[in-house]
């Protein structure tokens, strides 16, 4: 049995750019494709090079694709290297990239040992082979690949080809990552990371998950990923198929939150010059997320409660019960325990909607380890996500900050930290690439104000034995405010 190698054209990576801007074609011989061949050429019989190009379209193209595969043939000791024009007229369209590879990989290849070079490519690219290892992980003759040259080039070492696994329980979820408020794009963001801390909370969700009619309160501060676990809980639950749907309570005032909500009829006040559906309505056998549901004026929290109770709604300017049939998870940084105590959130809704509350820690409660492990996480994934070349260190002084920082704006703020790295650094990241809004922030060694109310929050917490809501009730404060203050 044969053994072929497969990948797709790295165009940023397998050329070099003329400084002049000519057409003059550079192949890169330090690019990914010479850099295996270099090392691994041996373990191929013959590579079947795909390109998302359709033949004889863009004859400059036709050169230049050609020119590589001479040249990878040259280098290849003269073994074959098939060009695979792939006709992919859309680089985003996931499932027309899967089919194609689809078509190579199982029906052209079935009787062929294959390995799969995962070379730096766009997220959809990417995706699709992940779905394609999915439904293939039990086939003995297929496996993937990828490698990071620079990590290993600079330190003189050879850069191994690092098997790539695939977590099949993600596939069904994955196959739907679909956000109606992103266009109906596919979230390559597949699976999420999951450190000591937040391991219960994803066990309790996979359970949730099981019994689609059930309500959920996700609480946390700002960042923490509230509204990806409710799309995770989306994802692999039977409402999977069904649309995905986020109702921002914090960005509308209570007039046009009642119209995105329910809906209205044509003729419904000034202004209605049409039916239109709301958020309910349009999400119907799916899920609708209110994010910031501690911002929902007191009227609608009244007439979202009842909704709650009797499954119907009504468009505005109707009489004509419909039927709710859709999936309510919510979303506060506060806690609405404290929020109801204080007469400031609907009783009834509360209890409705807390039939299961998950709360997220602060990326700060996390222990040192996880937070490293979180930084480790996004410097994997953004690489891959923005299109550029993986940074394999930051050094001692950069990774002594990053962890001692207290990062307010949680994993949002460590993701859009490595994105400046990725945006900024080439190399290593080092102290002076951080930020200087974070250098600005450093919290001073003197007590300050700030240091004397933290020291004061985990002495209560410690009290009241690690209770959260119970110390946010001595001190007379937000649960989410204690939150910020601990360790």
């Given at each position: 049995?044969?053994?072929?190698?497969?990948?797709?054209?790295?165009?940023?990576?397998?050329?070099?750019?003329?400084?002049?801007?000519?057409?003059?074609?550079?192949?890169?011989?330090?690019?990914?494709?010479?850099?295996?061949?270099?090392?691994?050429?041996?373990?191929?019989?013959?590579?079947?090079?795909?390109?998302?190009?359709?033949?004889?379209?863009?004859?400059?193209?036709?050169?230049?694709?050609?020119?590589?595969?001479?040249?990878?043939?040259?280098?290849?000791?003269?073994?074959?290297?098939?060009?695979?024009?792939?006709?992919?007229?859309?680089?985003?369209?996931?499932?027309?990239?899967?089919?194609?590879?689809?078509?190579?990989?199982?029906?052209?290849?079935?009787?062929?040992?294959?390995?799969?070079?995962?070379?730096?490519?766009?997220?959809?690219?990417?995706?699709?082979?992940?779905?394609?290892?999915c439904d293939l992980f039990k086939r003995d003759t297929i496996s993937f690949f990828r490698r990071r040259e620079r990590r290993f080039i600079e330190g003189g070492?050879?850069?191994?080809k690092e098997p790539i696994e695939f977590d099949v329980s993600h596939y069904a979820g994955v196959t739907n990552v679909r956000d109606n408020n992103a266009g109906?794009?596919?979230?390559?963001?597949?699976?999420?990371?999951?450190?000591?801390?937040?391991?219960?909370?994803?066990?309790?969700?996979?359970?949730?998950?099981?019994?689609?009619?059930?309500?959920?309160?996700?609480?946390?501060?700002?960042?923490?990923?509230?509204?990806?676990?409710?799309?995770?809980?989306?994802?692999?639950?039977?409402?999977?198929?069904?649309?995905?749907?986020?109702?921002?309570?914090?960005?509308?005032?209570?007039?046009?939150?009642?119209?995105?909500?329910?809906?209205?009829?044509?003729?419904?006040?000034?202004?209605?010059?049409?039916?239109?559906?709301?958020?309910?309505?349009?999400?119907?056998?799916?899920?609708?997320?209110?994010?910031?549901?501690?911002?929902?004026?007191?009227?609608?929290?009244?007439?979202?409660?009842?909704?709650?109770?009797?499954?119907?709604?009504?468009?505005?300017?109707?009489?004509?019960?419909?039927?709710?049939?859709?999936?309510?998870?919510?979303?506060?940084?506060?806690?609405?325990?404290?929020?109801?105590?204080?007469?400031?959130?609907?009783?009834?809704?509360?209890?409705?909607?807390?039939?299961?509350?998950?709360?997220?820690p602060s990326f700060f409660q996390m222990q040192r380890k996880e937070r490293k492990a979180w930084v480790n996480y996004f410097m994997e994934t953004t690489y891959?996500?923005?299109?550029?070349?993986?940074?394999?260190?930051?050094?001692?002084?950069?990774?002594?900050?990053?962890?001692?920082?207290?990062?307010?704006?949680?994993?949002?703020?460590?993701?859009?930290?490595?994105?400046?790295?990725?945006?900024?650094?080439?190399?290593?990241?080092?102290?002076?690439?951080?930020?200087?809004?974070?250098?600005?922030?450093?919290?001073?060694?003197?007590?300050?104000?700030?240091?004397?109310?933290?020291?004061?929050?985990?002495?209560?917490?410690?009290?009241?034995?690690?209770?959260?809501?119970?110390?946010?009730?001595?001190?007379?404060?937000?649960?989410?405010?204690?939150?910020?203050?601990?360790?």
């Amino acid at each position: 049995m044969s053994n072929a190698l497969v990948s797709w054209v790295a165009t940023g990576h397998d050329f070099i750019r003329p400084k002049d801007n000519s057409t003059e074609i550079i192949i890169n011989e330090n690019g990914p494709h010479f850099s295996l061949y270099r090392d691994f050429g041996q373990d191929f019989d013959v590579h079947y090079l795909l390109s998302q190009y359709r033949e004889r379209e863009n004859l400059e193209m036709d050169v230049k694709l050609n020119r590589l595969r001479v040249a990878l043939e040259h280098s290849f000791n003269n073994k074959k290297v098939m060009l695979m024009y792939m006709d992919i007229d859309d680089i985003l369209s996931i499932g027309t990239i899967k089919n194609k590879i689809d078509e190579l990989i199982k029906i052209k290849l079935d009787r062929t040992n294959v390995q799969i070079f995962v070379s730096p490519g766009t997220p959809s690219m990417q995706t699709a082979w992940y779905l394609l290892g999915c439904d293939l992980f039990k086939r003995d003759t297929i496996s993937f690949f990828r490698r990071r040259e620079r990590r290993f080039i600079e330190g003189g070492l050879t850069p191994p080809k690092e098997p790539i696994e695939f977590d099949v329980s993600h596939y069904a979820g994955v196959t739907n990552v679909r956000d109606n408020n992103a266009g109906g794009h596919l979230n390559t963001n597949l699976k999420p990371k999951i450190t000591t801390k937040l391991k219960p909370i994803y066990t309790k969700a996979v359970q949730l998950a099981g019994n689609d009619k059930t309500t959920i309160l996700i609480q946390g501060d700002s960042g923490t990923g509230k509204t990806f676990l409710a799309k995770y809980i989306h994802n692999i639950s039977n409402r999977k198929n069904k649309p995905f749907s986020i109702l921002d309570c914090s960005a509308y005032n209570e007039t046009m939150l009642e119209h995105k909500l329910f809906g209205y009829e044509k003729g419904a006040f000034s202004g209605a010059t049409k039916l239109h559906t709301g958020v309910l309505e349009q999400a119907k056998g799916g899920t609708v997320v209110f994010d910031a549901i501690d911002t929902l004026p007191k009227h609608l929290q009244a007439r979202l409660n009842t909704v709650l109770n009797e499954k119907v709604f009504q468009r505005i300017g109707s009489d004509r019960n419909l039927p709710l049939d859709v999936r309510i998870i919510a979303t506060s940084t506060e806690d609405l325990w404290l929020l109801r105590d204080a007469d400031a959130f609907h009783r009834e809704l509360h209890y409705r909607l807390a039939v299961a509350e998950l709360q997220l820690p602060s990326f700060f409660q996390m222990q040192r380890k996880e937070r490293k492990a979180w930084v480790n996480y996004f410097m994997e994934t953004t690489y891959t996500k923005l299109g550029v070349d993986y940074i394999g260190e930051i050094d001692k002084e950069a990774w002594d900050f990053i962890l001692d920082y207290h990062f307010d704006g949680n994993l949002k703020e460590v993701e859009n930290m490595v994105e400046i790295f990725y945006t900024f650094c080439e190399k290593k990241v080092t102290k002076a690439d951080i930020p200087r809004q974070m250098i600005k922030g450093e919290k001073s060694p003197v007590l300050s104000l700030e240091s004397a109310m933290k020291k004061h929050v985990n002495a209560v917490v410690e009290q009241c034995e690690g209770n959260i809501s119970q110390a946010a009730k001595y001190l007379g404060v937000y649960r989410g405010t204690v939150s910020k203050y601990l360790k």
